[in-house]
């Protein structure tokens, strides 16, 4: 029974009876890193449930990009934390800050011109591919994304972030023109006609 239970796990050698006993030491680290991955994790799941209702409380979307978020509370955070917290809460940079008292996250809300850029990228890759979705269209389809705008702003943003919103989208490309029957995109007060052309 042992033998064949080990084949079928994919044991290499020519029978478990082979095998050396496994090492107390190898098993007890390999048993504490495990441990400390799960804690990790928890740390991880608790900051981005908190930096999400600060978010939510400060009624600031998730697709907008924040400079920031500094994490308190006991122990420090790894690299791969921070970088997961980063990802999950859309922050440049995730700050941590020794504190004796419970985990909290502080989110800085202050947004830059570039900040307000990047989330209207974000929000103009949402919108285009509700476009497709309400045309009918799946991402298989080759589309080209046709824009027009008196806004400053809005063409700023696009020359900075076309290439993320045409990867985003999965267009072959994004151009300024007179597009069919638009979609009004608004960011604040600044407002962008845009619509898809399958190709």
Request: with cysteine; net charge negative; glycine share 6%.
């Amino acid at each position: 029974m042992a033998e064949s239970l080990y084949a079928e796990l994919g044991g290499k050698a020519d029978s478990i009876h082979l095998l050396d006993w496994p090492d107390a030491a190898a098993a007890k680290a390999h048993s504490e890193a495990t441990e400390e991955l799960r804690n990790q994790m928890k740390k991880v799941r608790a900051v981005c449930s908190l930096g999400l209702e600060k978010r939510a409380a400060s009624s600031m979307p998730v697709r907008q990009a924040l400079a920031s978020a500094t994490v308190l509370g006991k122990g420090g955070m790894t690299d791969w934390m921070k970088s997961v917290v980063a990802e999950e809460l859309n922050v440049h940079e995730v700050l941590t800050k020794e504190s004796g008292e419970d985990t909290a996250v502080e989110l800085d809300v202050v947004l830059t011109p570039a900040l307000k850029r990047e989330g209207a990228a974000r929000d103009l890759v949402r919108n285009v591919n509700d476009l497709r979705k309400t045309s009918g269209l799946t991402l298989q389809d080759r589309v080209v994304i046709v824009y027009f705008t008196a806004s400053d702003f809005w063409k700023e943003t696009v020359a900075e972030h076309g290439a993320s919103v045409v990867a985003g989208t999965l267009a072959d490309r994004i151009e300024e023109g007179q597009p069919y029957e638009p979609k009004s995109l608004w960011f604040e007060d600044h407002e962008l006609h845009v619509a898809i052309v399958k190709q």
